[in-house]
């Protein structure tokens, strides 16, 4: 085999299994090398059989043992690993080419880090890896000579629309463009009765539920303004939201001969997944071409800061240092998941996060020891403020 030998972090998510579905497209070009997921034994096992990696892990201990017994049954040669040693001996082994970085939160970040020290080309889905570790994993990919390519759509879309003979001085402005999720005409007051359910049904896109919820309070926009500032060396000043509902255009960028540059494309993460795979040629994807007169016409509005806080906490955040957007993103974590459990109101997501962020000192941590610490005090901050604001239950949250 000559193709390229693909690790997928997260193979079991939304983009792993788009990932999955690019590359069986092209199998002379790119084999699978490495699968992994968290808990799901079933979907992981019906993707070995599916496509015969090298690797298979499962962070849970117990799920790893449950798939090797299942894959020696089917005579399958497929080795099997656990925990996050497990998930960085695959993103950083020397038969790995590319690695996609598909695991949702935190959780991404040590094995991202592994495959960005062993010199890899690293597709970013997890962005949180980024908004918490910025300037430690820039100087890592730089130091190790790795690739960086971004798969989130709107980055995936300003790469493309940033040719490589223009100088960066000639960029004025990059449109972060963004649905405004399903909540966008709804009243303010209106938040308050929001339900997990509604939260994670996209209008445009198919995602993973943190994904989704992000989406909703576009705390997932102000990820990706901070995620956007390091991937492209700018200052958020730079970074300009963009509502839009129709998800057409992916992003602009706009330049100072007044020229500006926008991709478009169906909402689908094939596009950027291929993009980011065969850089800087291009591959079909399974994505049809854009029906321009379907569209017929795209709306633009400026974001309420009033309507999404978490827009304005995430810019207050990447303006105070890493340390923030750390607990940001720690708090943000929590935040969503208390209220995918029904603990916390929809409108308590930016409360709790801006209630953590009150008491980190601005600054940025110098080594990868203080991220983990940082993280892990914004855990704790914000678990003690859902103890203190969720205790006999006084709410009584929409069942
Ligand atoms: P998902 O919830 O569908 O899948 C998450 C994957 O991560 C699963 O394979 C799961 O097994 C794995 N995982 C979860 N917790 C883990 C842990 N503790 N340790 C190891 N693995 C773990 O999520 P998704 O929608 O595919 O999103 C994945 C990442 O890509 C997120 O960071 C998201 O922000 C980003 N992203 C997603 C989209 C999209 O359209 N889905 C678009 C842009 C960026
Ligand atoms: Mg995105």
Same mark, same amino acid.
């Given at each position: 085999?000559t193709?390229?030998?693909?690790?997928?972090?997260?193979?079991?998510?939304?983009? +792993?299994?788009?990932? =999955?579905?690019?590359? /069986?497209? &092209?199998?002379?070009?790119? @084999?699978?090398f490495?699968?992994?997921? #968290?808990?799901?034994?079933?979907?992981?096992?019906?993707?070995?059989?599916?496509?015969?990696?090298?690797?298979a892990?499962?962070?849970?201990?117990?799920?790893?043992?449950?798939?090797?017994?299942?894959?020696?049954?089917?005579?399958?040669e497929?080795?099997?690993?656990?925990?996050?040693?497990?998930?960085?001996?695959?993103?950083?082994?020397?038969?790995?080419?590319?690695?996609?970085?598909?695991?949702?939160?935190?959780?991404?970040?040590?094995?991202?880090?592994?495959?960005?020290?062993?010199?890899?080309?690293?597709?970013?889905?997890?962005?949180?890896?980024?908004?918490?570790?910025?300037?430690l994993?820039?100087?890592?990919?730089?130091?190790? +000579?790795?690739?960086? =390519?971004?798969?989130? /759509?709107? &980055?995936?879309?300003?790469? @493309?629309?940033?040719?490589?003979?223009? #100088?960066?001085?000639?960029?004025?402005?990059?449109?972060?463009?963004?649905?405004?999720?399903?909540?966008?005409?709804?009243?303010?007051?209106?938040?308050?009765?929001?339900?997990?359910e509604?939260?994670?049904?996209?209008?445009?896109?198919?995602?993973?539920?943190?994904?989704?919820?992000?989406?909703?309070?576009?705390?997932?926009?102000?990820?990706?303004?901070?995620?956007?500032?390091?991937?492209?060396?700018?200052?958020?000043?730079?970074?300009?939201?963009?509502?839009?509902?129709?998800?057409?255009?992916?992003?602009?960028?706009?330049?100072?001969?007044?020229?500006?540059?926008a991709?478009?494309?169906?909402?689908?993460?094939?596009?950027?997944?291929?993009?980011?795979?065969?850089?800087?040629?291009?591959?079909?994807?399974?994505?049809?071409?854009?029906?321009?007169?379907?569209?017929?016409?795209?709306?633009?509005?400026?974001?309420?800061?009033?309507?999404?806080?978490?827009?304005?906490?995430?810019?207050?955040?990447?303006?105070?240092?890493?340390?923030?957007?750390?607990?940001l993103?720690?708090?943000?974590?929590?935040?969503?998941?208390?209220?995918?459990?029904?603990?916390?109101?929809?409108?308590?997501?930016?409360?709790?996060?801006?209630?953590?962020?009150?008491?980190?000192?601005?600054?940025?941590?110098?080594?990868?020891?203080?991220?983990?610490?940082?993280?892990?005090?914004?855990?704790?901050?914000?678990?003690?403020?859902?103890?203190?604001?969720t205790?006999?239950?006084?709410?009584?949250?929409?069942?």
């Open positions: 085999m193709g390229k030998n693909i690790t997928i972090l997260g193979a079991t998510g939304t983009i +792993g299994i788009n990932t =999955l579905d690019v590359i /069986s497209r &092209h199998p002379k070009k790119y @084999q699978v490495a699968l992994t997921a #968290n808990t799901n034994v079933e979907k992981l096992y019906q993707q070995c059989l599916a496509t015969q990696p090298r690797y892990v499962m962070v849970d201990n117990d799920a790893a043992e449950q798939l090797s017994a299942k894959l020696i049954k089917q005579g399958l497929t080795t099997v690993l656990s925990g996050v040693e497990g998930l960085e001996t695959v993103a950083s082994h020397d038969d790995t080419d590319y690695v996609m970085a598909a695991i949702v939160g935190a959780a991404g970040l040590l094995p991202n880090l592994a495959a960005a020290k062993a010199g890899k080309r690293v597709l970013l889905a997890n962005k949180e890896s980024l908004v918490m570790s910025g300037k994993f820039m100087d890592t990919i730089h130091q190790h +000579g790795a690739e960086l =390519l971004p798969i989130d /759509s709107e &980055h995936n879309a300003i790469l @493309q629309c940033m040719p490589k003979a223009s #100088n960066k001085s000639s960029i004025e402005k990059i449109l972060l463009t963004a649905s405004g999720g399903p909540f966008r005409t709804w009243q303010s007051e209106q938040l308050s009765s929001v339900t997990p509604q939260a994670v049904a996209h209008p445009n896109w198919e995602m993973g539920k943190k994904i989704s919820v992000d989406s909703a309070t576009m705390m997932n926009k102000g990820l990706e303004i901070i995620e956007a500032c390091w991937l492209f060396d700018v200052p958020e000043e730079m970074i300009q939201v963009v509502i839009h509902p129709q998800s057409v255009i992916h992003s602009m960028v706009s330049y100072n001969d007044g020229s500006v540059l991709q478009l494309g169906n909402p689908d993460m094939r596009t950027p997944i291929a993009y980011s795979l065969a850089y800087p040629e291009r591959i079909s994807s399974g994505v049809n071409a854009l029906d321009i007169f379907a569209v017929a016409h795209l709306d633009f509005e400026k974001p309420d800061f009033g309507h999404f806080p978490c827009l304005r906490l995430a810019y207050d955040a990447h303006r105070q240092g890493g340390n923030a957007t750390i607990g993103n720690a708090a943000n974590e929590i935040a969503v998941e208390a209220f995918l459990q029904k603990q916390i109101l929809f409108t308590e997501i930016p409360i709790l996060i801006e209630n953590v962020l009150q008491d980190i000192v601005s600054g940025t941590p110098d080594t990868l020891d203080d991220i983990l610490i940082q993280d892990k005090v914004s855990r704790e901050h914000s678990k003690l403020w859902l103890a203190n604001n205790k006999n239950n006084q709410r009584q949250l929409s069942s």
